[in-house]
């Protein structure tokens, strides 16, 4: 043998061993980040209880789930999702004080307030049930969504469920406090149950998103499925079930679903129609194991574009080209450079995507997004991804989509932001109000006392043609553990420009595997606080009491409702939610961008406020608020505002109101 030839035989070890050096170097570095003291010092949060209904804490709590034989040598990795929670306002008074939540503990759907709500704001907690629906011991709700899905100005809710499509519980004009006699339970896929057992497709649902899709002034839906269609909860299924067909490229999923709102009427009967636009994803891109779905209007055209977090491979952002009535998107996808690794390049990733969020992450006026990955040092060393947005204008970006090209860098590590560990819901919010996003992202898989990393591993070297079946997978029963221990974590940038996690410091780090966190504005003061939901363990809350927060502007905006005749009374608001409505501000420290987001990332759901940091600035903020009306007409206006809580009827012009 040559010498070349042995050099050439001898290259792929040696990249291998540079690859994994620099893994743990990058790795090490992202943990010991400097001023993490510093940091966390100006943070303050404090966990309070979350009423639940009576009696509640003295039920049979859950630590697994049942499932189909087939599973049940891997029951504790099929039991490892379905924890949720939102934070919204559920009383129709304008502040963001009540919650929904899923707990695996006792696969319940549980409305209550938060903590923070007044004497006004505060009801029984209760269970969301779905009878007269059909539903049985072979479901289980993975996700609670607050919306408004008539148009009337009253919260209702879309829960999510393994074993059966979602369910929508809309409020009756006739209520006059959150209980379980004040919903509805209607089929959000139209089905029939003659005999009182459900008939329906047996969906796996672990994301929804939320949005007005087609410019129509309403709220349509993306449902991302997980496993495909079959028995995955029944001990006594048929054996129709599988697991992924690769653990880079799988394909072979429930996949993703879009519903188009059609219609809706409110009332003491109220409902609401949606039909599936079967077309509207690309299906070669539609059929991947969804975690995460979310998005926001990236050209300014007043149409939200989407990304798609699926496990075990690529990630999708979709460009919205949809018109009234029809539902439309294409594929953009990033462009590889030589110095650019594939996962990086966004639509080419083989990384294990579980959630998503989208905001303003280096406060320009341009919509940036985060997906959360496995990142496990010594286990799956992948990345998150941090997609900075590099297109010149709005113009730009359009031209860019158009043509099938997202412009888009991948960049977490040098945010600060690449490695936390086996990571899920990520939501970024400004919790000082000084003009900075923060984020939070919920972390850990399965929780028990034998490490069986090193049987994942194993897994992770098979053959794709093995994998589609669940008997080639390696036990994973009660008591072991796959990255268990860790904690929820709390990003904060330092005096540099660079997160650091600071969740130990601010005593936020619970080793209980985290899958959702909600923010909101509780208090109507302009202050973020958050909930998180636990898999296997209680949901907490946590107060912002943050000793030196900055000034705010937050925006309640409302397009007017359906039911006039209603406005203000019992669980009615002021109007309905301004669905897609998006607002730039400018101020000496320059620009910034946010949404009302009606809905999305994985079953962690934030409020409907439009919340931006000022620090210390006391000046007019110039707003440019752009909105559809209830017809779908697209405006646009630039209002000069103080530092505060405004709330604003949308119509042909933006005309502030009274909150009630």
Not at 343 to 355: A, Q
Not at 356 to 376: H, K, M, T, Y
Not at 380 to 402: G, Y
Not at 514 to 524: F, P
Request: hydrophobic share 35%; net charge negative; glycine share 12%.
């Amino acid at each position: 043998m040559t010498l070349n030839k042995r050099l050439r035989r001898l290259v792929p070890g040696v990249l291998a061993v540079a690859v994994a050096t620099t893994l743990f170097f990058g790795a090490d570095s992202a943990v010991s980040v400097s001023e993490g003291a510093q940091t966390a010092a100006k943070y303050t949060f404090h966990e309070l209880p979350i009423a639940l209904p009576p009696g509640y804490d003295n039920q049979h709590m859950n630590t697994i789930r049942q499932v189909n034989p087939a599973y049940q040598k891997i029951r504790s990795w099929i039991s490892a999702v379905g924890a949720g929670v939102a934070i919204n306002d559920v009383t129709g008074h304008g502040r963001a004080d009540g919650m929904c939540l899923v707990d695996t503990r006792t696969n319940k759907v549980i409305v209550t307030h938060t903590p923070t709500a007044p004497a006004a704001d505060r009801f029984t907690p209760f269970t969301l049930d779905a009878a007269p629906l059909p539903y049985d011991d072979t479901m289980a709700p993975t996700g609670c969504a607050a919306g408004d899905f008539t148009g009337d100005g009253r919260m209702g809710f879309l829960v999510t469920y393994w074993g059966r499509t979602p369910i929508l519980f809309l409020p009756k004009s006739t209520a006059t406090t959150p209980s379980p006699s004040a919903y509805v339970p209607q089929e959000l896929v139209a089905s029939q149950s003659p005999d009182g057992t459900y008939h329906g497709p047996r969906w796996n649902t672990d994301a929804v998103y939320i949005a007005d899709l087609d410019g129509s002034g309403h709220p349509s839906i993306i449902v991302g499925n997980y496993f495909p269609d079959s028995d995955v909860l029944d001990p006594h299924g048929l054996k129709n079930v599988a697991m992924t067909n690769s653990l880079s490229s799988g394909n072979n999923a429930g996949g993703d679903h879009v519903l188009r709102w059609h219609d809706a009427a409110s009332g003491a009967h109220p409902s609401a129609r949606y039909v599936e636009e079967k077309d509207a994803i690309p299906f070669q891109i539609s059929t991947g194991w969804t975690l995460a779905i979310s998005g926001a209007d990236l050209t300014g055209d007043g149409l939200p574009e989407a990304y798609i977090a699926n496990d075990f491979g690529h990630g999708h952002l979709l460009y919205n080209q949809s018109t009234p009535g029809h539902i439309k998107f294409t594929e953009a996808k990033g462009v590889r450079t030589g110095t650019t690794p594939k996962s990086f390049v966004l639509g080419n990733g083989s990384f294990k995507g579980m959630g998503v969020d989208f905001a303003d992450l280096n406060s320009n006026g341009r919509f940036d997004f985060f997906v959360s990955n496995i990142n496990v040092a010594w286990g799956l060393q992948e990345s998150n991804l941090l997609f900075i947005n590099h297109a010149a204008d709005q113009a730009d970006m359009t031209k860019q989509l158009s043509k099938g090209v997202a412009p888009f860098e991948q960049e977490a590590q040098q945010y600060g932001l690449a490695w936390t560990g086996w990571c899920w819901d990520v939501k970024a919010g400004d919790f000082l109000n000084q003009g900075e996003q923060d984020v939070i992202q919920t972390d850990g898989f399965v929780k028990g006392t034998n490490n069986r990393w090193n049987w994942l591993q194993e897994a992770a070297t098979e053959n794709d043609d093995l994998l589609s079946n669940p008997a080639m997978w390696p036990n994973f029963q009660p008591g072991d553990d796959v990255s268990g221990h860790e904690a929820l974590a709390f990003y904060a940038k330092n005096s540099s420009g660079t997160y650091v996690n600071v969740s130990s410091r601010l005593g936020l780090a619970e080793p209980t595997p985290t899958r959702a966190v909600a923010t909101g504005d509780t208090t109507g003061t302009g202050t973020l606080d958050f909930a998180v939901a636990r898999q296997w363990g209680p949901p907490a809350f946590y107060a912002n009491q943050a000793p030196d927060r900055g000034n705010a502007l937050e925006l309640k905006l409302y397009r007017p409702s359906t039911d006039p005749s209603g406005t203000g009374k019992g669980l009615e608001g002021i109007g309905a939610p301004a669905y897609g409505a998006t607002v730039q501000i400018t101020t000496p420290q320059g620009t910034q961008i946010s949404q009302l987001d009606g809905g999305g990332g994985h079953v962690g759901f934030r409020s409907f406020d439009v919340h931006f940091g000022i620090g210390s600035y006391r000046g007019p903020v110039s707003a440019r608020v752009q909105w559809r009306d209830v017809d779908g007409g697209l405006h646009q206006q630039t209002l000069k505002l103080d530092p505060g809580v405004h709330t604003f009827m949308l119509t042909g012009t933006a005309q502030e109101v009274s909150s009630r």
